[in-house]
């Protein structure tokens, strides 16, 4: 590979890219991880792999949508500020439409229809947090002894592809964040992120009270944004458990439609929040227009889902960058992205069980549980479906948005000729 720089795009170039990005960004955070890892490292060549899994692993230790921070802070580390609104920002709207237009046909004329994932099993209970803790200490750790587990670049992004060295990148290899300005900067955008999701919530609180439906969601989902690590996998375990059983908002399948229409639109798969906060203002709010009352809430879950964001990563990237050149932090962070892609298996496995059986029994073995399917109420077209979706993805190599829209149609198609 050439070792001359691409030129330095202006704001304006940068936002077409980062619209393209959005627009691509079917599925979870793993495919739209690699939408823009291939355009922004290996087409654009803004910033090397090594910057990009530094920014990665961060991300991935943040509550929160992952693949969102992730374009929130390449946005930062580009055009400052401006340019991290504008990624953050942009890698979330067509999301919000689309979700929002899909909640409206939900809730007026029933079901949207059935999108069949390939997940697996068993749903254990060990509260994430304390694995994102025990990981990075295990990093940390390992680092010190002088291991090269945790290495940088160790991972799957050493193989298979062409690298980038940060070299060789538009950014090169020198941190943002020493720069006291950009310090400076950030800090502030981040206060201000901090006040813009927290003003709302406490406006609601006061002027509404805390019986309101609406004061339930702005809490509700600020509360997710602080303790849901792991990225949006993480989030979908917690809000599952909690707006179906304690809120009952709206039960498993509706969460698993909702979790269909996220998979097969643009933007992060967490914007099946808002199609939680839709349904629960549409049912409880007691508005003379329920679809008004739903779509402020929605948007509302939305808001208080995305803004901290902003914050966490204006706050934090700047201090990260500083410590890029650190081994024994970034093992530290590197093993806790590992640990995240143990959890993404674990809630995998939690909707597998949920679509591809009708029963399941909760069973306790000391600290773990987990959900066992009852065999026997097995939904035979749902496994039927992921086992082509399987094949296709694993043998065939199909693209995701090839396989989500064969697998969509699929579905409606069944339910079509009444067999689901």
Known sequence: MSGRRPDYPTLGEATRVWLRIALLS???????????????VEERRWLGDGRFLHALN???????????QLATYVGWLMHGARGGLVAGILFVVPGVGAIMALSWLYVLFGEVGIVSGAFVAIFLGVPFPIIILAAGVIGYLSARAGSRAFAPGGGHGARGGAHVADAEALLGEESLGVLPAA?????HAGLIALVLWLLPVGLLVLVAGPESVFTTI?????????????GAYAVLAYVAQQAVETYGWLDPGEMLDGLGMAETTPGPL?????FVGFLAAFREAGWASPLLAGTIGGLLATWVTFAPCFAWIFLGAPHIERLRGNPTLTAAL???????????LNLAIWFAIHVLFREVV?????????DLPRLATLDAWAAVLSVLALFAVFRLRLG????????AALGVLLRAVGVT
């Open 26 to 40: 079917f599925g979870g955070p793993a495919g739209q991880i690699a939408v823009m890892h291939r355009i922004l």
């Open 58 to 68: 961060f991300c991935m230790l943040l509550p929160g949508p992952e693949a969102q």
């Open 183 to 187: 310090r400076r900067a950030a800090l």
């Open 218 to 230: 702005a809490t509700f989902f600020s509360r997710m944004a602080v303790v849901t690590f792991g």
């Open 270 to 274: 967490i914007m099946v929040l808002q």
């Open 334 to 344: 590197t093993a806790v992205s590992a640990a995240v892609v143990g959890v993404i």
């Open 362 to 370: 909760r069973v306790e073995v000391g600290p773990l549980a987990f």
């Open 400 to 407: 995701i948005v090839t396989v989500i829209g064969g697998a």
